[in-house]
T-cell receptor, first 112, second 115 residues
Framework: AQSVSQHNHHVILSEAASLELGCNYS??????LFWYVQYPGQHLQLLLK??????LVKGIKGFEAEFIKSKFSFNLRKPSVQWSDTAEYFCAVQTGRRALTFGSGTRLQVQP | DAMVIQNPRYQVTQFGKPVTLSCSQTLNHNVMYWYQQKSSQAPKLLFH???????NEADTPDNFQSRRPNTSFCFLDIRSPGLGDAAMYLC??????????????FGPGTRLTVT
């Protein structure tokens, strides 16, 4: 069975700082990869996804992620965070028709 | 707009009193999922339907059941809620077509409180 690890549980940054959140997965086959964001009191929203092709994926709100197959990683990045990026971020893996397996999440707190 | 709808958004039930949460979708997707998300934790899959084919996760308690009477609707039944079942319950859908490129769409969730 696949698993997803997010090593940063709580990240605190100042506005305009750069962000990188780590995500590693364990599965030997083909995977689809996702990053979801959950703003306080709101439902999960898709930030970006990787199915195939260019390993550098651009998503909404200036976020991007890079799939490095050899490292089983799919790290999320943003060059300059804003206070409105304060949220919980979940990495997720999908194999075949199965549902998503989520990482434990990273709580990002951006200080103005 | 096509979407995934969950009712109610907030549900309070008493310990041991059966409760049903509902999910409907206008996307005509063939797969529907139920996740449980406890406070400060990741969503955890309970089960999913692929068309009418029910797929239960191995560690989903027997207390949790599901029904899918048609493509559009899916229900989560908790037969005897315990305090530990208090959580956000998320419904999601996808149109699995075998292409391995199908995104899941999430509803807003139902927050269940057990008193």
């Amino acid at each position: 069975a696949q698993s997803v690890s997010q090593h940063n549980h709580h990240v605190i940054l100042s506005e305009a700082a750069s962000l990188e959140l780590g995500c590693n997965y364990s599965y030997g086959g083909t995977v689809n990869l996702f990053w979801y964001v959950q703003y306080p009191g709101q439902h999960l929203q898709l930030l970006l996804k990787y199915f195939s092709g260019d390993p550098l994926v651009k998503g909404i709100k200036g976020f991007e992620a890079e799939f490095i197959k050899s490292k089983f990683s799919f790290n999320l990045r943003k060059p300059s965070v804003q206070w409105s990026d304060t949220a919980e971020y979940f990495c997720a893996v999908q194999t075949g028709r199965r549902a998503l397996t989520f990482g434990s999440g990273t709580r990002l707190q951006v200080q103005p | 707009d096509a979407m995934v709808i969950q009712n109610p958004r907030y549900q309070v039930t008493q310990f041991g009193k059966p409760v049903t949460l509902s999910c409907s979708q206008t996307l005509n997707h063939n797969v529907m999922y139920w996740y449980q998300q406890k406070s400060s934790q990741a969503p955890k899959l309970l089960f999913h339907y692929y068309d009418k084919d029910f797929n239960n996760e191995a560690d989903t308690p027997d207390n949790f059941q599901s029904r899918r009477p048609n493509t559009s609707f899916c229900f989560l039944d908790i037969r005897s809620p315990g305090l530990g079942d208090a959580a956000m319950y998320l419904c999601a859908t996808s149109s699995f077509s075998g292409q391995d490129n199908d995104e899941q769409y999430f509803g807003p969730g139902t927050r269940l409180t057990v008193t």
